[in-house]
T-cell receptor
Framework: QQQVKQSPQSLIVQKGGIPIINCAYE??????FPWYQQFPGKGPALLIA?????SEKKEGRFTISFNKSAKQFSLHIMDSQPGDSATYFC????????????FGQGTILTVHP | NAGVMQNPRHLVRRRGQEARLRCSPM?????VYWYRQLPEEGLKFMVY????????ESGMPKERFSAEFPKEGPSILRIQQVVRGDSAAYFC?????????????FGQGTRLTVV
């Protein structure tokens, strides 16, 4: 019940494409859903986060869509660039600590020029 | 995430030795979280600490692993008698005290290699 399932495992798009990464969770106590971006040899960096009181959040080229009834959320990257090539992790947390995160397995995104 | 400082960045230990990983949280952050990332996998929560107190250690292996966050100085993750399976990247994150907008920020990690 603590798992967060992420798909696809890897994704290749052309520059300008719109990669979509999906996550699903089971634990209804989760109420905070961030996405992290990780480059090789670096730590995860917070990209964007959403809470269940909204169905969509947009920051720059990154958009999270959230479906509370289906317990699913997804990341869309508009006008993707080669510099977006990285590993993306969805995560979830709840209760009093948003630092105790349950991570998805990660998606390796490659954006070709 | 540049504010969370972890050292060393790379650590090589022989089987049976001890590994000590250090984490200094961002300024103003009093809560620290340790995560482990095995190759090709996501991050797994290990332990959550505040100054002089372990809040949640539900992800810590039962043996050989310990963590502390003293009143002064960095948080320490200690692995005794390391084995090859301990080889991984260990990340520390920090946050202010829990609240609606208290997000965690990660350090660059320590990559432990056991030979």
């Amino acid at each position: 019940q603590q798992q967060v399932k992420q798909s696809p495992q890897s994704l290749i798009v052309q520059k300008g494409g719109i990669p979509i990464i999906n996550c699903a969770y089971e634990n209804t106590a989760f109420d905070y859903f961030p996405w992290y971006q990780q480059f090789p040899g670096k730590g995860p960096a917070l990209l964007i986060a959403i809470r269940p009181d909204v169905s969509e959040k947009k920051e720059g080229r990154f958009t999270i869509s959230f479906n509370k009834s289906a317990k699913q959320f997804s990341l869309h990257i508009m006008d993707s660039q080669p510099g977006d090539s990285a590993t993306y992790f969805c995560a979830a947390a709840g209760g009093t600590s948003y630092g105790k995160l349950t991570f998805g397995q990660g998606t390796i995104l490659t954006v070709h020029p | 995430n540049a504010g969370v400082m972890q050292n060393p960045r790379h650590l090589v230990r022989r089987r049976g030795q001890e590994a000590r990983l250090r984490c200094s949280p961002m300024k103003g952050h009093s809560h620290v979280y340790w995560y482990r990332q095995l190759p090709e996998e996501g991050l797994k929560f290990m332990v959550y600490l505040q100054k002089e107190n372990i809040i949640d250690e539900s992800g810590m292996p039962k043996e050989r692993f310990s963590a502390e966050f003293p009143k002064e100085g960095p948080s320490i993750l200690r692995i005794q008698q390391v084995v090859r399976g301990d080889s991984a990247a260990y990340f520390c994150a920090s946050s202010p005290p829990p609240g609606r907008n208290t997000e965690a920020f990660f350090g660059q990690g320590t990559r432990l290699t056991v030979v």
